[in-house]
Nanobody, 126 residues
Framework: QVQLVESGGGLVQAGGSLRLSCAHS????????MGWFRQAPGKERTFVSG????????YYADSVKGRFTISRDNAKNTVYLQMNSLGPEDTAVYYC???????????????????WGQGTQVTVSA
């Protein structure tokens, strides 16, 4: 059973930065593709970014391209999301998710992921 634990959320002013972390409990972290999603109040959960098992392939939603960077450290069983130039529109609960990497393109739909963290709140004030 895989457990994912996010951390790093908080309150930040517009234009600021945060780095989210997601720790994966399993011994086979490097077998998983990882994704970050977010959900604002009253809205659907949407894709933010994803990374393949090695970190060599990444994918971003258009809304965060050039501002957010996903990375992973397989030695630490952790995936990161560096978020820069934050704006109020980035306010949401951020979730990390995992799916076995079988060589397919990075998934951007929540239903493609098998494991989810509990989420971490990011609030950006204007």
């Amino acid at each position: 059973q895989v457990q994912l634990v996010e951390s790093g959320g908080g309150l930040v002013q517009a234009g600021g930065s945060l780095r989210l972390s997601c720790a994966h409990s399993g011994r086979t972290f490097s077998s998983y593709a990882m994704g970050w999603f977010r959900q604002a109040p009253g809205k659907e959960r949407t894709f933010v970014s994803g990374v393949n098992w090695s970190g060599g392939s990444t994918y971003y939603a258009d809304s965060v391209k050039g501002r957010f960077t996903i990375s992973r450290d397989n030695a630490k069983n952790t995936v990161y999301l560096q978020m820069n130039s934050l704006g109020p529109e980035d306010t949401a609960v951020y979730y990390c998710a995992a799916v076995r990497d079988v060589g397919r393109a990075i998934a951007d739909m929540p239903r493609r992921y098998d494991y989810w963290g509990q989420g971490t709140q990011v609030t950006v004030s204007a």
